[in-house]
């Protein structure tokens, strides 16, 4: 067969039941092992009166095997794996079960591409009484898509490659085994990612955009029996070990270990308070608390883990613009001729996309009139070769930087005609968001009499503060998109 699946399970007989009866119904026939951790609950007896009924009908799929000793969960994974017969491992906790097309899902896309060690999907995550919570979101394109095996640890990394917990992933028996299997050191708390991240190193990865897995949340969970500070030094590690797999083309895009250990404790911390362990938060939240880039890492993360409450906005599903970086010496405005090249120069190119933006929507002669003049520009006074490759946008001071980015905005903004400009935000809160991206700009680099002079009164904007944070929602979905390489293996037409 292609596929084994290998249930876990320790003295979890009424959950065991749901996941084995998933496995068996599955559309794409596989076998299925039970790998028992020396339960005293009535698995053995159960699970060999199953096999013999089964048997008794021609079919020989159910395998059972008993540790000898209560073992952990990873001996007891490792053991599953070694009696299994398929190719492809697909591993399943006793309180998980599966959709009954997953295997075949699975299959069907690890056929379009031989060289992939590790397929991952949606997986629903459920209450004791199979009530859906919530959903793992989409990612990439098309219905299933793969990723290459230098860029896997980089989107693991920052968290943009949606591996997870069992029931989502499958890998390849050769390379489970070529890395060396799971380790019970980590046994119960992050074996599972502690796996991924060495059979990623032999092959690319598969994902599909499907929901094929449930995950239970209770509190009977093993992980959730763990002591936090356990788990986030479990973490910490984990994403040092990714750190250090990380491809060297990819180096200089990535943020400082330090940071990223930083954003750990901030997310942990979050994760006692949320539990109302005030103690254990505290414990772990300081000196991270005082880590701006930490800060950056945890807001990135919470915006995107599907926000309900932050409103989309059409405009930003449309467009956005970058701001160049903030400054380290003074150079006037008006007496530098290259950043004066620079400023029309950028002015236009916003023209051009804002009028594609136009187009896009069917508004043709909106788009026209904006585009056929910031074309006319460029091409007369070839400002694109006027630019320099390099400019040195850092030596502008910031509230130079603020009122040359507010006037090009302004600009654009008359150009719109009342009908498109509906569906923007007005003047005045584009204003304020301008000077609340620049506020941090200044605040990043220590300079807080800047901070001060930049931010107010835009800090009290509500809206302007709902525009910076669905314009960083949108450049970090376009990121997820972008910075690690994706190819389509089934699109959503197939």
Request: a positive charge; charged letters at 25%.
């Amino acid at each position: 067969m292609h596929f084994s699946i290998v249930i876990t399970t320790y003295n979890r007989l009424s959950l065991l039941k749901r996941s084995i009866d998933s496995a068996l119904a599955q559309t794409l026939p596989c076998e299925v092992i039970v790998a028992d951790d020396c339960s005293c609950d009535g698995t053995r007896d159960y699970v060999l009166g199953l096999q013999n009924a089964l048997q008794n009908v021609g079919d020989t799929r159910l395998v059972y095997y008993r540790n000898a000793v209560n073992a952990g969960h990873s001996a007891t994974m490792n053991a599953g794996v070694s009696l299994a017969s398929g190719e492809w491992i697909k591993p399943l906790d006793d309180d998980d079960y599966l959709a009954s097309n997953c295997i075949e899902e699975m299959w069907l896309a690890i056929q379009r591409h031989s060289a992939s060690v590790l397929c991952s999907c949606q997986a629903a995550q459920v209450s004791p009484d199979e009530v859906e919570l919530s959903c793992t979101p989409r990612t990439g394109p098309g219905k299933a898509f793969y990723i290459p095996q230098e860029d896997i640890h980089y989107g693991m990394l920052l968290e943009i490659v949606p591996f997870g917990t069992p029931v989502q992933v499958a890998f390849q028996k050769e390379a489970f085994w070529k890395a060396e299997g799971w380790d019970s050191k980590f046994d119960g708390n992050c074996d599972d990612i502690d796996s991924w991240i060495r059979i990623a190193q032999f092959g690319d990865a598969i994902f599909i955009n499907r929901c094929l897995a449930y995950r239970t949340v209770w509190e009977g969970a093993y992980n959730r029996q763990l002591p936090l500070q356990k788990r986030l030094t479990t973490n910490i590690l984990m994403k040092e070990k990714i750190y250090n797999l990380v491809s060297s083309k990819y180096r200089e895009h990535i943020p400082k270990v330090q940071h990223v250990t930083a954003y750990l404790k901030l997310h942990w911390a979050a994760v006692a308070f949320k539990q109302r362990r005030f103690l254990d938060g505290l414990k772990v939240l300081f000196p991270a608390i005082f880590c701006l880039s930490a800060w950056e890492l945890f807001v990135r993360a919470m915006l995107f883990r599907q926000s309900p409450w932050l409103a989309r906005t059409k405009w930003f599903d449309d467009y956005t613009f970058s701001l160049p970086r903030s400054p380290q010496k003074s150079v006037a405005l008006d007496s530098d001729p290259e950043l004066q090249h620079y400023i029309e120069h950028q002015r236009y190119v916003l023209q051009l996309q804002w009028s594609w933006s136009a187009i896009c929507q069917g508004k043709l002669k909106t788009g026209l009139k904006m585009g056929s003049n910031a074309i006319v520009r460029l091409l007369q006074e070839k400002l694109v070769r006027r630019v320099p490759h390099r400019l040195k946008i850092h030596k502008i001071p910031i509230r130079q930087q603020v009122e040359a980015n507010t006037k090009t905005i302004e600009d654009i903004y008359d150009l719109l005609q009342q009908k498109y400009r509906s569906n923007l935000p007005n003047l005045k809160d584009l204003r304020s968001y301008l000077h609340l991206r620049w506020a941090w700009a200044a605040l990043k680099q220590g300079k807080i009499l800047t901070f001060l002079r930049v931010a107010f009164p835009a800090v009290f904007s509500l809206k302007a503060w709902q525009i910076w944070l669905e314009t960083v929602r949108h450049q970090h979905q376009e990121h997820r998109q972008k910075s690690v390489r994706k190819w389509v293996l089934l699109d959503d037409r197939d």
